[in-house]
């Protein structure tokens, strides 16, 4: 394992350019995959069934009109949607096959769901397949997945436990059905589904020898929070033309007073404190600071499904895209390197996704 770890979201089934993107991490780069995995890269299915919906003018207003019509397609058992279905899991399949074939040389330190995978898992169980969703095939993918929130430590370049005084913390704080989302689906399948995973996720921060408890012992001199979702609605407004809160902002909210408490106090060697997300769109990397009840933090949008977001976990130091040390393992990738017209570009401005929200987010264009 190097000093490295990376970041990326948002890759939606694009196996080939995940495949390469992680070629050129340096060899022993812990990854970290920040939600929207699964496939296809190919929305246009999903895309069509938002248009008719009307979820690409107004998503809080039609994202429940988007999630009938999904349903009753699955219903209807039409061609069409057994071909998205086969798709949808061959193409999650091909991820996860990538993330195992190179975990030797570049270790997956955890997996969190975005907001696609959690209510397409909900609405999967009504469909009549044998084919599992894509967030049963990501469990059974002997991956690390991360289904509530963890704090991992890094010290001299190492993941470490029970040390104080360490380099860096990084939080992973998994996207989870929240009330308004939970009673659509409920309402569409007829089926009750779990409203309380908002303050399941808060409790894991806020309780004793919780996530701040955790980082206050450790007293890291970074800490880097890695989530699906934007943070804030402040980060949504330049981008898009209506914004609505992200879905967990209440877990956001939580994470930046706790953690602010806790790397504020007398003593701390707390110097950064950073969210890195994605989400919103094809925007490219964005650099913001956002204010949560007065505790301001930094926040980084990553070019979601474009790269990795590499960071030393001994320094802080975020690189540039041409920064990055190049890999002797890039050599190896061969015909898509040296031909990039080959790679599947289908991940665009005019997915699904890109409309409505990330198939669960803020209407309007690019709010992923």
């Known amino acids: 394992m190097s000093k490295y770890i990376a970041v990326t979201s948002d890759r939606h089934g694009d196996a080939q350019g995940l495949s390469r993107d992680i070629a050129k991490l340096p ?15 190919d929305r246009s299915y999903t895309y ?38 086969e798709e949808t899991h061959r193409t999650t399949g ?3 096959d990538v993330l195992v074939e190179n975990s030797a040389k570049n270790p997956v330190g955890g997996l969190i769901f975005g907001n696609g995978e959690v209510y397409h898992s909900k609405i999967w169980e009504s469909y009549a397949t044998t084919l599992e969703s894509p967030s049963e095939q990501f469990r059974q993918g002997n991956l690390p997945l991360v289904e509530k929130p963890e704090v991992h430590f890094y010290a001299g370049g190492h993941k470490v436990e029970g040390m104080q005084n360490v380099d860096t913390a990084v939080v992973l704080l998994p996207y ?5 989302l939970a009673s659509d689906i409920s309402r569409i399948t ?21 996530i701040a408890d955790k980082i206050r012992a450790a007293n890291p001199k970074y800490v880097i929070q890695i989530q699906h979702e934007n943070p804030s609605i402040d980060n949504i407004m330049p981008y898009v033309k209506k914004a609505d809160p992200p879905e967990n902002e209440a877990i956001y909210r939580a994470a930046v007073k706790e953690i602010s408490n ?23 990397r964005i650099s913001q600071k956002v204010s949560f009840d007065g505790n301001e933090v930094d926040t980084l949008h990553m070019d979601e499904g474009g790269e990795f977001v590499l960071i030393d976990t001994e320094t802080g130091k975020i690189y540039d895209q041409e920064e ?3 890999s002797d393992n890039y050599a190896l990738v061969g015909e898509i390197s040296e031909h990039p017209e080959n790679a599947d570009h289908s991940h665009d401005e005019h997915s699904l996704e890109a409309i409505v929200g990330g198939e669960g987010e803020s209407s309007s264009e690019g709010n992923e």
């Open 324 to 326: 990055i040390p190049e």
């Open 48 to 85: 069509g069934i938002g248009n008719k919906a009307g979820a690409m003018d107004d998503r809080a207003g039609n994202f429940g009109a988007y999630l009938s019509g999904l349903y009753n397609e699955g219903q209807m058992q039409s061609a069409e949607h057994k071909k998205w279905v």
């Open 94 to 96: 091909q991820t996860i």
């Open 190 to 210: 007829g089926k009750p589904v779990s409203q309380d995973e908002v303050r399941q996720a808060i409790y894991e921060i806020i309780r004793d020898d919780g």
């Open 176 to 180: 989870v059905l929240n009330e308004n």
């Open 27 to 41: 060899i022993g780069t812990t990854t970290y995959y920040a939600g929207d995995m699964y496939g296809p890269s």
């Open 262 to 284: 806790a790397i504020s106090r007398k003593g701390s060697r707390t110097s950064k404190y950073i969210i890195v997300y994605g989400h919103i769109g094809d925007h490219g």
